[in-house]
């Protein structure tokens, strides 16, 4: 069975500073693929990132970059300058190569203060 | 290109209802797949269909839920005799395709909240 941990269930970050969310994960797969999602107060899963757990180099799209350790099974996602509009729950999630389904952790809320 | 489309927003049902939630999948993808998120947890899977089929029902629950996605129109999930723990946010995502070579994003509905009274 696959499973997502995020063990901070909530944390805040000034304006324009950086912060880190944790995620780990467990799975006998080899390989698989990795996600965040954010989920603002809107509630639309929004897709923030992606990794391929074959790939080597770690994923990064503007602000937003992972810090994968595959054999520590850790997934973790840095902003860097945070903005008031980052502010949302943050979901982690895996899926298997094959697979069909996501499994998320229970979510991050992040709070970006001005 | 319309996103996906989920309505109602909000359903409110007493006890013993039933709940109709329907999902339009963006243009182009005949994938469909629901989750639910229960209050401070993440999203969990349900089922997951293709058109006139369903793929992968492991995450549904044995009684009163079910799914169809119909050769034409939206897909449904419907809830019969629902009941206060059924109260969630019910999300519904689709993709163009699914298989080994790639995974396809899958791009999630606004989902329906429904609350059991």
């Known amino acids: 069975a696959q499973t997502v941990t995020q063990s901070q269930p909530e944390m805040s970050v000034q304006e324009a500073e950086t912060v880190t969310l944790s995620c780990t994960y467990d799975?006998?797969?080899?390989?698989?693929?990795l996600f965040w999602y954010k989920q603002p107060p809107s509630r639309q899963m929004i897709l923030v990132i992606r990794q391929e757990a074959y790939k080597q180099q770690n994923a990064t799209e503007n602000r937003f970059s992972v810090n994968f350790q595959k054999a520590a099974k850790s997934f973790s996602l840095k902003i860097s300058d945070s903005q008031l509009g980052d502010t949302a729950m943050y979901f982690c999630?895996?899926?298997?190569?094959?697979?069909?389904?996501?499994?998320f952790g229970t979510g991050t809320s992040l709070t970006v203060i001005p | 290109n319309a996103g996906v489309m989920q309505n109602p927003r909000h359903l409110v049902r007493r006890r013993g209802q039933e709940a109709r939630l329907r999902c339009s999948p963006m243009k182009g993808h005949s994938h469909v797949y629901w989750y639910r998120q229960l209050p401070e947890e993440g999203l969990k899977f349900m089922v997951y269909?293709?058109?006139?089929?369903?793929?992968?029902e492991s995450g549904m629950p044995k009684e009163r839920f079910s799914a169809e996605f119909p050769k034409e129109g939206p897909s449904i999930l419907r809830i019969q005799q629902v009941v206060r723990g059924d109260s969630a946010a019910y999300f519904c995502a689709s993709s163009p395709q699914n298989g080994p070579r790639l995974m396809d994003e899958q791009f999630f509905g606004p989902g329906t909240r429904l609350t059991v009274l």
């Open positions: 269909l293709q058109k006139e089929n369903i793929i992968d």
């Open positions: 799975t006998s797969e080899n390989n698989y693929y």
């Open positions: 999630a895996f899926m298997k190569l094959t697979g069909n389904q996501f499994y």
